[in-house]
Every structure is written in structure tokens, then in C-alpha cells.
């Protein structure tokens, strides 16, 4: 049955909200009618009612966080693995839920199931909440009956895929921010304190030392065009991001990214990383290899790697091994073909490229905390010798004055 969001009023004229499912809305309003309360609107809840509007569906807007769909994966694979059916293990987490969207979102699935629908057919109501990924490794465990394992699974990909993406989030965090506040502090010397000490010797008749008369020219630019800079680097970063909606020109822009000296090895790292680890587990869900392959290329965000995955697909599906379609591919590292082709040997394939997923996303942690640990005193290195200039700048024109006094 399709579920309903209703709003009503209580005997003492208090709001009251929630969910229902019932065959329509006049069943649903006889319902709260029954509970002594007065209905004012009732509303068809998920995919039902977006066709019904003929509109999009009401969970365009994501619902989950990341961490939030793996704790709901988690605890939806607890509850289906101690043996509760799955329609009463959504009814379990609609009466957890605090997030009202939320709520509506599992209502909606839960009916989607009681109505007989499969499990991975009801998130597809919801494309941006359950990406093609989740939805097929869900379908390979409705169809083996161990949808409880492969739920569990699937959280503990989520959580390793999260914990890589936060790690080297922090690894880049700091020198960001020491960049930030380096730039705004020397902009603020520079166009401020600068002009105001040096003003007071740009009176005399002598000529000022070169590195004040410098700075002096760097801080009228800045000041006269500071603004028109600023501006052309946010049309630039705007610019950027509307040339790579075009597929063609994004492909030969990544395929650039990765050919860069450090960031692009960690770029390569971590796309390898992540198509492996997807890649094992839909395969250790029983989906066909070929479609394995097609729903771990669709994960990698590098248009250029994706490419290449692509292609691997390809030959695969022509009846070339795996790890020799993957060997043929330069841009993925040689140790996800070295993994494949032993999991091909030992007939061990998902577990092979679990172990080269983890060696892959460990290298890229490593490298990701060394470039971290190299740049932070760089950066600060960096950040005291332009301060030193400014100084200087400052204190020459100073020193010239004590020596013209003497």
C-alpha cells in the first residue's frame, strides 16, 4: 500500500503530523478520523506522488549524508541479519527516524515492498540516495537470499570509501588553510601597511630603497586592481567548471590532472582504489562481471580513467581476462592487474581485489600524509620570507633616514 503524509488537528486543536498507509487518501482520512482527529491535508508520499504531479520525484534533494546512509545501511543489515523480514525492518527504522524527509523515504520503501515490489526496484524510486552501485550489490543479495551479508558488506564499503575520503580531506586541510590566511595576511600588509609607514618618507626628496619603491608599486596595483583580479579568478573558476560539462574537453582535462608530478599519482591512486573495492564487492555479491564492471566505471569521478575502464569492459566482454584488459591500461596502476590476474588464477577474484583495493587506498594515504608533512613547513618557510620582504621594505627607508641624520 502507498503510504501518506498527513497533517491534523487533535480534540484540543493541536497540530499533529505523521505517516499512514492505506489504499487512498479517503481511507486515510477515515483512519484519522477513527483517532478523533480532524484531517486538513493529506499528501501522497514518494515516486507515487511525483508521477501523479507529473513532476519530479520528492527526493530530488539528497536525504541521506554519506555517514548518514551508512549508518542506515548498518542498521538496516543488523535487523534483516538477526532474521527480522524486511518490511518490518523498515517499519523499525521509520519509528527511528528523526529526519522527517527521512522518515518518508523508508515509508515510501516500505510500502514499495509490502505492494510486492523488490527491494533494489523500490530505491530506484530515490537514483540520488542509492546510486546504481548500492541498487545492484542490493539485487545480487535479494537474488542469492543472503540480503542481510550483503547489506553488511556494503556498509563496511561505504565506511572504508568515507574513511579514505576523510583522511586525505585532512591531509590537505591544514596547508589549505595556512595558504588562506598566508595570502589574506600578506594582501593586508601589502595594501594597508605598507603605503601607511612608507608614506611618511615618500615627502623627502631621496630616493627610497628599491625593495620599498617594489612593494610600493605592488600595493598601488593591488589597490587599483585587486578587485578586477578577484573577479576574473571567480569568472575563471566559473568558466572552468561550465568547460567541463563538455564530456570531450573534461576527458582531456583529467587525462592531464593525472599526468601531473605528485597530485597526479594520488588522483590515479584513488580512482583505483575506489573501482577495486566496488568492483570486489559486486563481485562477492554474485553480480555478473560484466555488470560489475560497468557499475565500478560509473563510480570513478576521472572521466580519463573511466574511459580506460570502459574499454577494459570491452575486451572483457570479447573473452579477454580480466587482469589482461586491465594491464593494457596505463593509467591504472600495474598492481590491480598483478591482484586480478592471481584472483583469476586461484579463482579468488572478489578477494584478490579487496586486498588490492586496501594496498591501493594504504599507498595513497601514505603518499597523500608525506606530501602534507613536506609542504606544511614549506609553506610556513615560504609565508616568513614574504613577511621578511615586507618588513624589510618597511625598515629600509628607516635605516636610510638614521644614516642621513648622522
Given at each position: 500500500?502507498p503510504?501518506?503524509?498527513?497533517?491534523?488537528?487533535?480534540?484540543?486543536?493541536?497540530?499533529?503530523?505523521?505517516?499512514?498507509?492505506?489504499?487512498?487518501?479517503?481511507?486515510?482520512?477515515?483512519?484519522?478520523?477513527?483517532?478523533?482527529?480532524?484531517?486538513?491535508?493529506?499528501?501522497?508520499?514518494?515516486?507515487?506522488?511525483?508521477?501523479?504531479?507529473?513532476?519530479?520525484?520528492?527526493?530530488?534533494?539528497?536525504?541521506?549524508?554519506?555517514?548518514?546512509?551508512?549508518?542506515?545501511?548498518?542498521?538496516?543489515?543488523?535487523?534483516v541479519?538477526?532474521?527480522?523480514?524486511?518490511?518490518?525492518?523498515?517499519?523499525?527504522?521509520?519509528?527511528?527516524?528523526?529526519?522527517?524527509?527521512?522518515?518518508?523515504?523508508?515509508?515510501?520503501?516500505?510500502?514499495?515492498?509490502?505492494g510486492?515490489?523488490?527491494?533494489?526496484?523500490?530505491?530506484?524510486?530515490?537514483?540520488?540516495?542509492?546510486?546504481?552501485?548500492?541498487?545492484?550489490?542490493?539485487?545480487?543479495?535479494?537474488?542469492?537470499?543472503?540480503?542481510?551479508?550483503?547489506?553488511?558488506?556494503?556498509?563496511?564499503?561505504?565506511?572504508?570509501?568515507?574513511?579514505?575520503?576523510?583522511?586525505?580531506?585532512?591531509?590537505?586541510l591544514?596547508?589549505?588553510?595556512?595558504?588562506?590566511?598566508a595570502?589574506l595576511?600578506?594582501?593586508?600588509?601589502?595594501?594597508?601597511?605598507?603605503?601607511q609607514?612608507?608614506?611618511?618618507?615618500?615627502?623627502?626628496?631621496?630616493?627610497?630603497?628599491?625593495?620599498?619603491?617594489?612593494?610600493?608599486?605592488?600595493?598601488a596595483?593591488?589597490?587599483?586592481?585587486?578587485?578586477?583580479?578577484?573577479?576574473?579568478?571567480?569568472?575563471?573558476?566559473?568558466?572552468?567548471?561550465?568547460?567541463?560539462?563538455?564530456?570531450?574537453?573534461?576527458?582531456?582535462?583529467?587525462?592531464a590532472?593525472l599526468?601531473?608530478?605528485?597530485?597526479?599519482?594520488?588522483?590515479?591512486?584513488?580512482?583505483?582504489?575506489?573501482?577495486?573495492?566496488?568492483?570486489?564487492?559486486?563481485?562477492?555479491?554474485?553480480?555478473?562481471?560484466?555488470?560489475a564492471?560497468?557499475?565500478?566505471?560509473?563510480?570513478?569521478?576521472?572521466?580519463?580513467?573511466?574511459?580506460?575502464?570502459?574499454?577494459?569492459?570491452?575486451?572483457?566482454?570479447?573473452?579477454?581476462?580480466?587482469?589482461?584488459?586491465l594491464?593494457?591500461?596505463?593509467?591504472?596502476?600495474?598492481?590491480l592487474?598483478?591482484?586480478?590476474?592471481?584472483?583469476e588464477?586461484?579463482?579468488e577474484?572478489?578477494?584478490?581485489?579487496?586486498?588490492?583495493?586496501?594496498q591501493?587506498?594504504?599507498?595513497?594515504?601514505?603518499?597523500?600524509?608525506a606530501?602534507?608533512?613536506?609542504?606544511?613547513?614549506?609553506?610556513?618557510?615560504?609565508?616568513?620570507?614574504?613577511?621578511?620582504l615586507?618588513?624589510?621594505?618597511?625598515?629600509?627607508?628607516?635605516?636610510?633616514?638614521?644614516?642621513?641624520?648622522?
Amino acid at each position: 500500500m502507498p503510504a501518506y503524509r498527513y497533517e491534523a488537528l487533535d480534540a484540543d486543536g493541536k497540530p499533529a503530523r505523521g505517516l499512514l498507509e492505506a489504499d487512498n487518501a479517503r481511507a486515510v482520512r477515515s483512519q484519522l478520523r477513527q483517532q478523533a482527529l480532524v484531517p486538513l491535508e493529506v499528501t501522497l508520499v514518494g515516486a507515487a506522488a511525483a508521477a501523479a504531479a507529473g513532476s519530479a520525484s520528492r527526493f530530488g534533494r539528497r536525504v541521506f549524508s554519506a555517514s548518514g546512509l551508512t549508518v542506515w545501511t548498518r542498521q538496516l543489515a543488523g535487523l534483516v541479519g538477526s532474521g527480522l523480514p524486511l518490511e518490518r525492518a523498515l517499519t523499525a527504522l521509520v519509528d527511528e527516524a528523526e529526519d522527517e524527509r527521512q522518515r518518508e523515504l523508508v515509508a515510501h520503501l516500505r510500502a514499495e515492498v509490502n505492494g510486492g515490489a523488490a527491494f533494489a526496484k523500490a530505491l530506484a524510486a530515490a537514483p540520488r540516495e542509492f546510486d546504481e552501485v548500492y541498487r545492484g550489490v542490493v539485487a545480487a543479495g535479494e537474488q542469492s537470499g543472503a540480503l542481510g551479508g550483503v547489506l553488511e558488506r556494503l556498509a563496511d564499503d561505504l565506511e572504508e570509501r568515507q574513511a579514505l575520503k576523510a583522511k586525505l580531506i585532512g591531509a590537505t586541510l591544514y596547508p589549505a588553510i595556512v595558504s588562506g590566511i598566508a595570502v589574506l595576511i600578506v594582501v593586508f600588509l601589502v595594501t594597508y601597511v605598507v603605503p601607511q609607514v612608507a608614506s611618511v618618507f615618500t615627502s623627502s626628496k631621496r630616493a627610497l630603497p628599491l625593495l620599498t619603491t617594489l612593494m610600493l608599486g605592488l600595493s598601488a596595483f593591488l589597490r587599483q586592481w585587486g578587485l578586477l583580479l578577484l573577479a576574473l579568478a571567480a569568472a575563471g573558476v566559473v568558466a572552468l567548471g561550465v568547460m567541463r560539462r563538455n564530456e570531450a574537453l573534461r576527458l582531456r582535462m583529467d587525462a592531464a590532472w593525472l599526468r601531473l608530478p605528485l597530485v597526479g599519482r594520488l588522483a590515479r591512486g584513488y580512482n583505483a582504489a575506489r573501482f577495486a573495492g566496488t568492483l570486489a564487492m559486486l563481485a562477492a555479491a554474485g553480480v555478473p562481471i560484466l555488470k560489475a564492471l560497468q557499475a565500478a566505471a560509473e563510480t570513478l569521478s576521472n572521466r580519463a580513467m573511466r574511459a580506460d575502464a570502459l574499454e577494459a569492459l570491452v575486451q572483457v566482454r570479447e573473452g579477454a581476462p580480466l587482469a589482461s584488459a586491465l594491464s593494457g591500461r596505463k593509467r591504472f596502476p600495474g598492481l590491480l592487474a598483478m591482484f586480478a590476474r592471481l584472483g583469476e588464477q586461484t579463482g579468488e577474484l572478489p578477494r584478490m581485489l579487496e586486498r588490492a583495493a586496501r594496498q591501493l587506498a594504504s599507498e595513497v594515504q601514505r603518499r597523500a600524509m608525506a606530501l602534507a608533512t613536506v609542504l606544511e613547513p614549506l609553506l610556513i618557510v615560504g609565508m616568513g620570507v614574504v613577511v621578511m620582504l615586507i618588513v624589510l621594505a618597511v625598515l629600509l627607508p628607516i635605516i636610510q633616514l638614521n644614516t642621513w641624520i648622522k
